[in-house]
Nanobody
Framework: QVQLVESGGGSVQAGGSLRLSCGYS?????MAWFRQAPGKEREVVAR???????GYDDSVKGRFTISKDFVKRTLYLQMTSVKPEDTAMYYC?????????????????WGQGTQVTVSS
């Protein structure tokens, strides 16, 4: 079992920055951040393999950065130059597969989510 606990969400103005954190009980082969806006499907935002390979959705490339602190057992999502369309519930997820998948159905463990609201 892997426990994931997100924090750091909140309200921010467009153009601002926010850092999300996800404390985990143990590391897995792949950890990722997903988001789900009202009325939309959940989508992957950023992925990080245990080898350090990252992947980003085109909508956040150059603005968001995923990273991990192994000592603190915390996954981060640094969000900069945020836009109103970034408004969503953000979830931390962990997969045990060798590859770092894009589909949410391949992630076994999920946090409870943290809300991010970007105002214009």
């Amino acid at each position: 079992q892997v426990q994931l606990v997100e924090s750091g969400g909140g309200s921010v103005q467009a153009g601002g920055s926010l850092r999300l954190s996800c404390g985990y009980s143990r590391s897995t082969r792949c950890m990722a951040w997903f988001r789900q806006a009202p009325g939309k499907e959940r989508e992957v935002v950023a992925r990080l393999s245990d080898g350090g390979t990252t992947g980003y959705d085109d909508s956040v490339k150059g603005r968001f950065t995923i990273s991990k602190d192994f000592v603190k057992r915390t996954l981060y999502l640094q969000m900069t130059s945020v836009k109103p369309e970034d408004t969503a519930m953000y979830y931390c997820a962990a997969a045990v597969t060798l590859a770092c998948p894009v589909g949410d159905n391949e992630y076994t463990y999920w946090g409870q989510g943290t809300q991010v609201t970007v105002s214009s």
